[in-house]
């Protein structure tokens, strides 16, 4: 069965800072990767997606993300964090379809909420 | 484009009582999901819905919910009678699928936010 982890439920970073969101993902084969944003009172966002092409995925509001297959990560970066960052992010994973039978279900991990100090 | 509209937004209601969301997909999305989202966590799958057909409802306590998705299109999902351990947010999703335009990215709603007293 796959699964999501992600390492630490809350993190802090000054406006500026490098943002680092942990991900690792437990499957028998390479699955489809996303990161959803959440905002306050809001429903989940697409941030960026990994289908098997490059394995360093550019996503919206300048966040990326990189596929490690040799370490089962996902972890989502951006270079300098805005107060607007503040969120909730999630990590999710769907198997691809052709393998195994598809189940169309987009698997969450508990989330990681941003908080940008000024 | 218009995305997944749901209501209501927020529902306020005693235990025992019942309560029903509804649900819009985008347009021509023939796949529909209903997440159930605790408070700190991650989302988690209640049913899953191509075209007319629910083809993953392992996840949905049936005992008390139930979900329809007439002519494919809209879907209401109800709880009767509602507990305490229901009051979370649940969000209606869609996608397109199928073989060829599966890509596994949903489109969320903004959730209905139910707090059962």
Excluded at chain 1, 21 to 39: A, D, E, I, M, T
Excluded at chain 2, 16 to 35: D, E, M, R
């Amino acid at each position: 069965a796959q699964s999501v982890t992600q390492l630490g439920s809350h993190v802090s970073v000054s406006e500026g800072a490098l943002v680092l969101l942990r991900c690792n993902y437990s499957s028998s084969v390479p699955p489809y990767l996303f990161w959803y944003v959440q905002y306050p009172n809001q429903g989940l966002q697409l941030l960026l997606k990994y289908t098997s092409a490059a394995t360093l995925v550019k996503g919206i509001n300048g966040f990326e993300a990189e596929f490690k297959k040799s370490e089962t990560s996902f972890h989502l970066t951006k270079p300098s964090a805005h107060m607007s960052d503040a969120a909730e992010y999630f990590c999710a994973v769907t198997p691809k379809l052709f393998v195994g039978g598809n189940t169309g279900k987009l698997i969450f991990g508990q989330g990681t909420t941003l908080q940008v100090k000024p | 484009e218009a995305g997944v509209v749901q209501s209501p937004r927020y529902k306020i209601i005693e235990k025992k009582q019942p309560v029903a969301f509804w649900c819009n997909p985008i347009s021509g999305h023939n796949t529909l999901y209903w997440y159930r989202q605790n408070l700190g966590q991650g989302p988690e799958l209640l049913i899953r819905y191509e075209n007319e057909e629910a083809v993953d409802d392992s996840q949905l306590p049936k005992d008390r919910f139930s979900a329809e998705r007439l002519k494919g299109v809209d879907s209401t999902l109800k709880i009767q009678p509602a507990e305490l351990g229901d009051s979370a947010v649940y969000l209606c999703a869609s996608s397109l699928g199928g073989l060829g335009s599966y890509t596994g990215e949903l489109f969320f709603g903004e959730g209905s936010r139910l707090t059962v007293l």
